[in-house]
């Protein structure tokens, strides 16, 4: 059976406006700093390091990375400790349904374990579904780099082209293309345009089925 491998952050959990926050709240209170929102935007699934320090050093701010990182994870956890369901419509039906159908699941994050971790069970995904989480922990080369695809497709004993990525950010498209994968992409974090290269855009996991994506591998035009 064929193989489907979820991002994390703006797929399974919806948490990129929270990460935003924790960072920005993170700049304020270690470097009396303001980061608008929007300079966190190119940085969105490539490694929670470039998140941090990219806008650092387009902002010109010094920083100690381990430390910030460090407090951007415990504001990040504040957040979603008891926090509502950041699950979005249609991923856990989606997630069920390719289980019972034999598929086989993993997750592929840019994100640290502890911290997605945390972000699945705020989510209340159901990981005993899944085979593999392969997380930023486990690569030398962040997304868009296909590295993290690769080793998902490796662990759950599947050529990349009997895998599908779904993916919601640019550098996460690019990432399963390159890793010789067909892509769905939602317009969770970016607009159509911007995710365009993807094989299927969609605005929501709510508007996918499972013969949309084995036609997908067969080379049918999705949605047909």
Same mark, same amino acid.
């Given at each position: 059976?064929?193989?489907?491998?979820?991002?994390?952050?703006?797929?399974?959990?919806?948490?990129?406006?929270?990460?935003?926050?924790?960072?920005?709240?993170?700049?304020?209170?270690?470097?009396?700093?303001?980061?608008?929102?929007?300079?966190?935007?190119?940085?969105?699934?490539?490694?929670?390091? /470039?998140?941090?320090? #990219? *806008?650092?050093?387009?902002?010109?701010?010094?920083? =100690? $990375?381990?430390? %910030? +990182?460090?407090?951007?994870?415990?504001?990040?956890?504040? /957040?979603?400790?008891? #926090? *509502?369901?950041?699950?979005?419509?249609?991923?856990? =039906? $989606?997630?069920? %349904? +390719?289980?019972?159908?034999?598929?086989?699941?993993?997750?592929?994050?840019?994100?640290?374990?502890?911290?997605?971790?945390?972000?699945?069970?705020?989510?209340?995904?159901?990981?005993?579904?899944?085979?593999?989480?392969?997380?930023?922990?486990?690569?030398?080369?962040?997304?868009?780099?296909?590295?993290?695809?690769?080793?998902?497709?490796?662990?759950?004993?599947?050529?990349?082209?009997?895998?599908?990525?779904?993916?919601?950010?640019?550098?996460?498209?690019?990432?399963?293309?390159?890793?010789?994968?067909?892509?769905?992409?939602?317009?969770?974090?970016?607009?159509?345009?911007?995710?365009?290269?993807?094989?299927?855009?969609?605005?929501?996991?709510?508007?996918?089925?499972?013969?949309?994506?084995?036609?997908?591998?067969?080379?049918?035009?999705?949605?047909?």
């Amino acid at each position: 059976m064929p193989g489907l491998i979820f991002d994390c952050d703006g797929i399974l959990a919806d948490t990129e406006a929270l990460i935003s926050q924790a960072t920005r709240q993170m700049f304020r209170e270690l470097y009396d700093a303001e980061i608008p929102a929007e300079a966190f935007i190119p940085f969105i699934g490539r490694g929670e390091e /470039m998140y941090t320090q #990219g *806008p650092a050093d387009a902002y010109g701010i010094e920083i =100690d $990375l381990p430390t %910030a +990182a460090r407090r951007r994870e415990e504001c990040f956890a504040a /957040m979603v400790e008891d #926090g *509502p369901d950041i699950s979005f419509p249609g991923t856990d =039906d $989606l997630i069920r %349904a +390719a289980h019972e159908a034999g598929w086989k699941l993993a997750i592929a994050t840019s994100s640290s374990r502890a911290k997605s971790a945390k972000a699945l069970k705020a989510a209340k995904v159901p990981l005993e579904l899944f085979e593999i989480r392969v997380t930023g922990d486990d690569i030398t080369h962040k997304k868009p780099d296909p590295e993290i695809y690769l080793k998902a497709a490796e662990a759950i004993g599947l050529d990349p082209a009997e895998c599908i990525g779904i993916e919601d950010s640019v550098s996460g498209v690019g990432s399963v293309i390159a890793a010789g994968m067909r892509c769905v992409a939602v317009t969770n974090s970016f607009k159509r345009e911007e995710i365009a290269e993807a094989h299927w855009v969609v605005d929501s996991l709510t508007e996918v089925t499972l013969p949309d994506l084995q036609n997908l591998l067969d080379g049918v035009a999705a949605g047909n």
